[in-house]
């Protein structure tokens, strides 16, 4: 438990004003100030006061933190419900500084009913949610259908895939046509996916493309507009510009081949050989003329050559060097333009495609009375932009009087224009009234990291600047407050933080403000802590190893990435071994108290949470999951292609070794090896449970709908159960995801199965898994995932790494050349960046700018995730950079980092502390140690990986025989006979392992005692185990095997030719002049001789033979095999056994 945080008179004081009911207030909040927690008081301060719950509108960002929000309102006033005069008053005292009278004590006591009792609740929404309750409520103003549905990601990726895929059919259909023109032209730019990838980020920016296109005139000016902006007049086009670079040629093609003479004359230089070379081959055929002839001006990436002819050419022939000189300056301005008329041609063709999608996306919404995310924040800005938007606002529960946001720095610009309009109300003449309203805006652009979802920065100061004035010239308060004490991090991790943005290249993109960030204080300001820096893992040199057998996914043990892994999962299991404890906190460090961040899913993210399980540490699993790429999901929909297409083999098997039915490699294999007909007939042919099982399930699934099957499955024939115990806690999040899916389904379409599937395998869906939930579990996220969380370790894994051109976006928004100002932008689609105009290039700049500046806003959120200790560590990619997060961490605390012994004992690391006191307190150990006895450096390190190696060779599990037809069919009968007789020779196994230690007369009781118990086999079956028990016992033949020298089940390993093996002797007898092994078999009946002895059995004994050889090569070794339903023993000759090694190509 942590220790009480007391807030600082300081804190105190600007938490009280931000939440002053009185004021209007713009908070800048840096990350771990309660800016949660002033909102919530300010919310009760409000009410105090008078204010009707439904004249509070508070806006936040997810309905993660909506909830979080009202529970903290609701929690508050229910404890104050609950308290006397005496400790509500201080209470009430806390909260805003005076001291309250009775009445407002009464007051206080029915805030919580008052809430409760509000029609429609506290009004603590996402901006989404406030925009859907809106149009609702004024369905006829907005022009939307009155009982519209909200359409949720995947289904606005359904209905997108659909009129994309229609409007690519309507194309082919027609080549000719306005659409069909428009494929082909994009075709010659852009592959098959990259097409559908183009619009879709062309639907993406519907705005922008609507805004362009309205009529076809419109889009024939809008395309002469981006060809001006572009810098190409609409007559100009690739084909009329070529042959402009043709016909205007100062090396016109009748002199080509005298000129390539010429050249070749006057030097034997490769540039000049070259350019004859060019020259001849545009001659001969002219079809290829920009392609040969443009290379001699320019290379391959299209920059000018800096040098066409050699000096001794320009002296000889200097006209013509300057002939050469002039068309280089000619031509680069003509494919400059032509440039910039492909760039216009293939975007007016993208936009003449994604417009005919936009048309149907929008027809199917209105046919079905759907509106999506967009359309709820648009059409509501439509809604409060109208005439009698006055009347409209009024009615909002007859007026809104104190608007909340939260998260401001997430807001989008479309949904900032939302809030001014509601906002414009409080400071207008005719809106205001004289009832106090108020506008609390919360957040911190320190970060803004959801760009990709509109978020911008910069408007998180234009609309501070923009109320500050509305309110100034309205006459009416408005403050900005600073929050800058954090209550969770320690002074070290502050430190940490204000140093590494003192640098101003690292803090640019932060603030809007130039200067130095405000210091961050802290709350727990005698807290000590660690900041620690490991050395970056570099890729090494291994042995080019590719076994057939390895997974297509191994990871090599050389790979940093894989080592990273490996060393923090080591860490952490060390830290849970020694029960470490940080230096501010009471117990020792638990899995959920770690926190483990990337940037991005990928490799590393996949390899820590293995390394995590395979060092038995609990982790939580992905933050994120595919459901249809994850494995109980992917089981499921295995389960119905199999029941809905029985012939399906490959689903059947899968099913047969998922946990719903549970078999082995073996009884698959057995099962599926060999088998005259289909998968389906030979698990029917047999009879068993699992059989009747999947005949019973294929029964209910054509009749039950998806839903209602999957349920079956799951609940009452405990397919949950078993899924969860194979596959952990993490499966029961897609599990839960994938009914609600069924559920949904069966809501909107036919309930069929075979639907639901094909559903499923539409559209990626993707689930979200709550993080928070205070299970003890280390977590493994994305910082984009983890905002708004935090814990006592944070360790950053991914800080190597830097995003490249390949995240550029395909669509380019470029500002008008001529137009008014806050004109519609232009879309350019630019394949690459040597396709770029100028124009273009400054907008891909911009772009990437942009990027650079959220990656260090992103370190900033992953950096003040850690309260107590946070770690730096990363992989070293082949192709670094030296401004990535590590080297950004590394420059700026180096002077002051000390070099110490690594947690794991491998080499050292550097911790960052502020003063000698941490140093000591990060130093000391952890727990209780003999001060006589230190540890060896490698005791506590963990083991280094392993290559993966090849299949163990089990003996036990060696090879049916192919060749001499010893497989039984599958039938009923021959299964139920296997499964007897492994029954009896385990229960045999069990009784001649046991027996010899029990003394002669008890061992008939204590055999009957044993199969009593022994209800799967019947009375013949246990009085033969029993009376072929007794006959080996009672024969002398076999007492070698019974005596003090032997052993049972001895277990035995070691490596023949560098392969694995690893079996276990049934019965071992070490005597002074031999060894012998004995493997006891139930074949009944058992074979006479050698030869019809199977040769799994003879290898199996060669094996143990082998291996024991290199132990004990001082005494021969017999090998026996017993049959006990004789019972006899049958020793197998050296020579069988040395032909049993070399059929497996394996030598002593």
């Not at 333009?337 to 975007?347: E, I, V, Y």
Request: hydrophobic share 45%; with cysteine.
């Amino acid at each position: 438990m942590s220790r009480a945080i007391v807030a600082p008179p300081d804190a105190a004081i600007a938490q009280r004003k931000a939440s002053d009911p009185l004021i209007s207030v713009w908070v800048a909040a840096n990350a771990g100030s309660g800016k949660t927690y002033v909102l919530a008081r300010r919310v009760v301060r409000l009410m105090l006061e008078g204010t009707p719950p439904g004249a509070i509108l508070c806006l936040t960002f997810t309905k993660a933190a909506a909830a979080t929000m009202a529970n903290r309102v609701f929690a508050m006033l229910g404890e104050w419900t609950g308290l006397d005069d005496q400790r509500l008053g201080a209470a009430l005292l806390d909260l805003d500084g005076i001291r309250p009278s009775a009445r407002r004590i009464i007051r206080a006591r029915r805030l919580f009913a008052e809430a409760l009792e509000t029609p429609g609740g506290l009004k603590v929404q996402t901006i989404h949610a406030f925009c859907e309750r809106v149009l609702h409520q004024f369905p006829f103003e907005a022009n939307v259908a009155s009982q519209f549905t909200v359409m949720d990601d995947r289904g606005k990726a359904e209905t997108v895939e659909r009129a994309k895929l229609a409007v690519l059919l309507k194309a082919a259909a027609d080549p000719q046509g306005r659409l069909g023109r428009a494929l082909a032209s994009l075709s010659v730019a852009a592959a098959d996916q990259t097409v559908t990838e183009l619009l879709s980020e062309a639907v993406n920016a519907r705005d922008a493309v609507l805004g362009q296109i309205k009529t076809e005139a419109d889009f024939g000016r809008a395309m002469a507009a981006l060809g001006e902006t572009l810098g190409v007049s609409p007559a100009d086009s690739e084909a009329s510009l070529a042959a402009e670079a043709l016909g205007a040629a100062l090396v016109p093609p009748s002199e080509w081949l005298s000129v390539a003479a010429t050249l070749e004359q006057l030097s034997t230089k490769a540039t000049e050989r070259d350019i004859a070379a060019r020259l001849r081959q545009a001659a001969k055929d002219p079809a290829l003329f920009i392609e040969h002839y443009r290379a001699i001006f320019f290379t391959k990436e299209g920059d000018l050559r800096k040098t066409i002819l050699t000096k001794a050419v320009r002296d000889a022939e200097p006209a013509l060097a300057g002939r050469f000189d002039r068309e280089q300056e000619r031509l680069g301005l003509l494919l400059r333009r032509q440039k910039a008329a492909a760039l216009r041609d293939r975007t007016a063709a993208l936009l003449t495609l994604a417009e005919a999608v936009l048309t149907r996306v929008e027809a199917e919404k209105a046919a079905r009375g759907a509106l999506d995310f967009d359309d709820l924040v648009g059409k509501t800005r439509a809604l409060f932009a109208r005439v009698d938007a006055r009347w409209i606002l009024y009615k909002l529960d007859q007026g809104i009087d104190h608007i909340l946001v939260d998260e401001a720095q997430d807001t989008s610009p479309g949904q900032w224009e939302l809030v001014s309009a509601l906002v414009a109300e409080f400071t207008d003449g005719e809106g205001a009234r004289d009832t106090a309203r108020t506008l609390f805006v919360v957040g911190d652009e320190k970060q803004s990291i959801y760009s990709f979802q509109g978020a911008d920065p910069a408007w998180f100061t234009d609309m501070r600047l923009k109320f500050a004035r509305a309110f100034g010239q309205a006459g009416k308060p408005f403050e900005q407050v600073r929050l800058n004490f954090s209550f969770r991090s320690t002074p070290v991790v502050l430190g940490a933080v204000d140093r590494v943005f003192d640098d101003p290249a690292t803090r640019r993109g932060l603030s809007a403000d130039q200067g130095s960030l405000a210091p961050h204080e802290a709350a727990r300001r005698a807290a000590p802590g660690i900041v620690e820096l490991w050395p970056p893992i570099e890729k090494q040199e291994a042995e080019d190893r590719s076994p057939w057998t390895a997974p297509l996914d191994a990871m090599e043990i050389s790979d940093p990435v894989a080592r990273l892994a490996g060393r923090i999962a080591g860490h952490i299991r060390i830290w849970l071994d020694r029960r470490d404890r940080l230096p501010d906190k009471d117990k020792p460090i638990a899995p959920g108290d770690i926190l483990i961040l990337v940037r991005r899913r990928g490799a590393l993210f996949d390899q820590v949470i293995r390394a995590l399980k395979n060092q038995n540490v609990p982790v939580a699993g992905a933050d994120r999951l595919i459901l249809g790429e994850h494995i109980a999901v992917m089981d499921l929909m295995a389960l119905a292609d199999c029941l809905l297409t029985p012939d399906d083999d490959l689903s059947l098997a899968t099913v047969l070794k998922s946990p719903l039915v549970g078999l082995g490699e073996d009884e698959l294999m057995a099962l599926a090896a060999r088998r005259p007909g289909s998968l389906w007939a030979a698990v029917q042919a047999t009879g068993l449970a699992f059989a009747q099982q999947i005949r019973r399930w294929r029964d209910e699934a054509l009749v039950l709908t998806p839903a209602s099957f999957f349920a079956q499955v799951l609940a009452r024939d405990g397919g949950r159960a078993r899924i969860l115990a194979r596959l952990g806690f993490e499966a029961a999040d897609a599990i839960d995801e994938f009914l609600s899916l069924a559920l949904a389904f069966e809501a909107s379409d036919i309930p069929t199965l075979r639907g639901f599937l094909t559903y499923m395998r539409a559209s990626a869906t993707e689930v979200k898994r709550d993080m928070d939930l205070g299970r003890n579990e280390v977590r493994v996220m994305t910082v984009h995932g983890a905002k708004g969380l935090e814990a006592d370790i944070v360790i950053l894994a991914d800080t190597m790494s830097k995003p490249g051109g390949q995240f550029d976006p395909k669509l380019f928004k470029i500002a008008p050349g001529a137009g008014p100002e806050g004109a519609v932008p232009h879309l350019v689609w630019s394949p690459s960046k040597k396709a770029d105009v100028e124009v273009v290039a400054a907008a891909r700049d911009h772009h990437r700018d942009r990027q650079a500046q959220e990656y260090r806003r992103l370190l900033y959120v992953a950096m003040t995730r850690a309260a107590d200790k946070l770690i730096i560590c990363g992989a070293k990619p082949v192709r670094g950079s030296t401004d990535a997060w590590y080297d950004m961490i590394a420059q700026a605390l180096h002077e002051k980092a000390v070099e110490q012994p690594a947690d794991d004992g491998d080499g050292t690391v550097k911790r960052w502390l502020l003063g000698q006191a941490d140093l000591a307190a990060a130093a000391a150990p952890a727990v209780e140690t003999l001060a006589a006895e230190v540890e060896p450096a490698w005791l506590r390190r963990p083991a280094p990986a392993v290559a993966i190696p090849p299949r163990p060779v089990t003996p036990s599990g060696m090879h049916v025989d192919s060749g001499k037809g010893r497989r039984l069919p599958f039938s009923p009968d021959a299964v139920a006979a296997r499964e007897a007789a492994l029954k009896r020779g385990t229960l045999t196994h069990r009784l001649l392992q046991s027996l010899p230690d029990v003394a002669r007369d008890k061992r008939e009781e204590a055999t009957w005692r044993f199969l009593a118990r022994q209800t799967s086999i019947d009375e013949e079956g246990r009085q033969a185990i029993a009376a072929s028990v007794a006959a080996i016992l009672a024969d002398p033949r076999f007492g070698p095997l019974f005596t003090a020298a032997s052993r049972a089940e001895v277990p035995i390993a070691g490596t023949l030719n560098g392969r694995p093996v690893s079996g276990q002797i049934d019965r071992l007898v070490i005597e002074t002049g031999r060894i012998v092994i004995a493997d006891f078999k139930t074949n009944d009946p058992a074979p006479r001789q050698l030869a019809e002895v199977p040769e799994s059995y003879v290898t199996q004994l060669a094996l143990y033979r082998a291996l024991l050889a290199r132990i004990h090569d001082d005494r021969p070794i017999e090998a026996w095999l017993v049959w006990t339903a004789v019972p006899d023993i049958m020793v197998v000759p050296d020579d069988a056994l040395a032909a049993a090694l070399a059929r497996e190509g394996l030598t002593p």
